[in-house]
């Protein structure tokens, strides 16, 4: 009986020291990009040319062989840089746009595509971020106007795009801004 009664008590303290941390800290993300799909970048393709007057997906010059992930815990009131090298993308937030912490998740998704997931999905920012991915990387074959599809999986996992976001290039990079969180392509 008393053996019975110190494992209670030590796993009652586990998890009221559990609690108490979880209170304290945001957890890390339990993202999970949606490459999984692997016809996501044609059916984006498909959808795109149907939905949005003809554009057509940027490609990277070399395909991504693998999902590219950076994860960052990005406090409220602090402006907030993640960088990716390879490709080159800066995601900017700025101090004003997050209320609390948050572990912010941005995922280049392998393939041909210019093409990420940001997460967690669904976050809403008080003042809009910024997205900067290096031209160099893109194949951009001259091409002079930009536009940032704003994409969601559907209950059966097909891509639908919600809206266009205006995307310029400035000097070396293009970049467009949202206020939310989910998936987006860049397209031509």
């Given at each position: 009986?008393?053996?019975?009664?110190?494992v209670?008590?030590?796993?009652m303290?586990g998890m009221?020291?559990?609690?108490?941390?979880?209170?304290?800290?945001p957890t890390?993300?339990?993202?999970?990009?949606?490459?999984?799909?692997?016809?996501?970048?044609?059916?984006?393709?498909?959808?795109?040319?149907q939905?949005s007057?003809?554009l057509?997906?940027l490609e990277?010059?070399s395909?991504?062989?693998?999902?590219?992930?950076v994860?960052?815990l990005c406090?409220?009131?602090?402006t907030?840089?993640l960088?990716?090298?390879?490709?080159?993308?800066?995601?900017?937030?700025?101090?004003?746009?997050?209320?609390q912490?948050?572990y912010i998740t941005?995922?280049?998704?392998?393939g041909?595509?210019?093409?990420?997931e940001?997460?967690?999905?669904?976050?809403?920012?008080n003042?809009p971020?910024?997205?900067?991915?290096?031209?160099k990387?893109?194949?951009?074959n001259?091409a002079?106007s930009?536009?940032a599809?704003?994409?969601?999986?559907?209950?059966f996992?097909n891509p639908s795009?919600?809206?266009?976001l205006?995307?310029?290039?400035?000097g070396?990079d293009?970049?467009?801004?949202?206020?939310?969180?989910?998936?987006?392509a860049?397209?031509?």
């Amino acid at each position: 009986m008393r053996r019975k009664a110190v494992v209670q008590t030590l796993l009652m303290t586990g998890m009221i020291g559990f609690a108490l941390a979880c209170a304290e800290n945001p957890t890390e993300p339990t993202f999970e990009p949606t490459s999984t799909h692997a016809y996501l970048g044609d059916a984006l393709n498909a959808a795109s040319s149907q939905e949005s007057n003809g554009l057509v997906l940027l490609e990277w010059k070399s395909n991504l062989n693998s999902d590219e992930t950076v994860v960052e815990l990005c406090q409220a009131g602090q402006t907030c840089t993640l960088s990716m090298r390879k490709p080159s993308v800066n995601v900017t937030i700025p101090a004003s746009a997050l209320s609390q912490d948050t572990y912010i998740t941005v995922t280049a998704l392998a393939g041909k595509d210019v093409n990420f997931e940001f997460g967690p999905h669904g976050t809403q920012f008080n003042t809009p971020i910024s997205v900067e991915v290096a031209v160099k990387d893109t194949k951009t074959n001259g091409a002079e106007s930009f536009t940032a599809l704003y994409w969601v999986l559907d209950e059966f996992g097909n891509p639908s795009i919600e809206d266009q976001l205006p995307a310029w290039v400035d000097g070396r990079d293009l970049h467009f801004e949202t206020d939310h969180f989910s998936g987006y392509a860049l397209a031509m």
